[in-house]
């Protein structure tokens, strides 16, 4: 397994930590670089991680909605 897809992972989580920091421009555009890399880790993600992905997320919003019900 090819571990390429971490790259944008990690440049996302160090955009998000000066999104919480900063307050002006440069947080916004820390924001938007966040979304748009952890959306192109998702894509460069092996089968396995995205199918270990999309099972916890179906399972997780299953009992997340029997709580609100």
Do not use: H
């Amino acid at each position: 397994m090819r571990l390429f897809f971490l790259i944008p992972l990690f440049t996302g989580l160090i955009a998000g930590y000066f999104l919480n920091k900063k307050n002006d421009e440069i947080g916004y555009i820390a924001g938007v670089l966040t979304a748009i890399s952890l959306i192109f880790c998702l894509i460069l993600a092996p089968w396995q991680v995205q199918l270990g992905l999309l099972v916890v997320v179906l399972f997780g919003s299953k009992k997340l909605l029997q709580k609100m019900y």
